[in-house]
């Protein structure tokens, strides 16, 4: 199965070539709408500290929450994004599940315009969240919401910890999820917490179970860090060259399409399954 991070969505662009922010650049960008000074300074320290769950929290805090919100809406609604080739392609693999934490809605729009609109979308906080994965529905789920209800997207340190206390029938799901599928994670950089601990638990409580994998740029992590990956989260590294844009990523993922393609034959025509 695959799991869409914030990477992912950054392919994407506007009319006028512009590509959304990642994480750190957002959150530089809701610092500067802070009027004082010294909040301001707050911010741009959490940034530096690396600390962006905080920095998050404090952007929130700090600006009102029509403008927090508004800000919200016009990044990841508002600014025209256009889906990538690397959403074609993603699509064209035709994962009967696809988890992501980005609340645009880039990949699942795209999805739904070529698969004749039979893609089921589900947030975390649906009640019947669990329903779909007795069924033969292609899947998006959001793991932390849509940017259609902004108000119960998870994005500050305070909204992770929320989620696990109001919503911890989902984590239990997620929990049976990586227990009963492998999933490749794309544009993800493992920084958010929920994500750690889910896999983190996994890898302990089943020791010797086969590992998940992360495609990640060759020069974004030291070869210890990749250790660490696997031996704590049971996430073996699949790396690319990051030049050009990631182009190396797109090309690997339209690469994969016929060959997704030729496996299911294969599998059709021996029974394999």
């Not at 500290?49 to 404090?58: G, H, K, Q, R």
């Not at 809406?73 to 599940?97: K, M, T, V, W």
Request: charged share 25%; glycine share 4%; with cysteine.
């Amino acid at each position: 199965m695959v799991f869409l991070g914030a990477g992912v969505s950054r392919s994407a662009e506007n009319a006028s070539g512009v590509h959304p922010r990642g994480w750190t650049d957002f959150l530089h960008h809701l610092a500067a709408q802070v009027a004082d000074a010294a909040q301001k300074a707050e911010i741009e320290q959490s940034i530096t500290d690396a600390d962006l769950l905080t920095a998050c929290e404090l952007c929130r805090k700090y600006l009102s929450p029509h403008v927090f919100k508004t800000e919200l809406i016009q990044e990841f609604s508002g600014n025209g994004y256009r889906p990538a080739q690397i959403h074609d392609d993603l699509s064209l693999i035709d994962s009967q599940l696809v988890m992501t934490t980005n609340f645009d809605k880039l990949y699942e729009n795209r999805a739904n315009q070529l698969q004749a609109n039979t893609v089921i979308v589900k947030n975390y906080y649906d009640k019947d969240v669990a329903d779909v994965f007795r069924r033969r529905d292609r899947v998006v789920l959001k793991v932390h919401g849509t940017i259609d209800l902004p108000d119960q997207t998870i994005f500050t340190r305070s909204q992770y910890a929320l989620a696990r206390r109001d919503y911890g029938h989902f984590y239990q799901l997620l929990r049976a999820l990586f227990v009963t599928h492998t999933f490749v994670f794309l544009g993800a950089s493992m920084r958010d917490p929920d994500m750690q601990l889910l896999l983190e638990d996994h890898a302990y409580r089943f020791e010797g179970s086969r590992p998940h994998y992360i495609v990640m740029p060759e020069d974004s992590a030291r070869r210890g860090v990749l250790e660490v990956l696997e031996e704590t989260m049971n996430l073996k590294a699949l790396t690319y060259d990051s030049v050009d844009n990631h182009s190396a990523l797109a090309s690997s993922v339209s690469a994969l399409v016929p060959l997704v393609e030729s496996e299911r034959e294969n599998i059709a025509a021996t029974a394999g399954w």
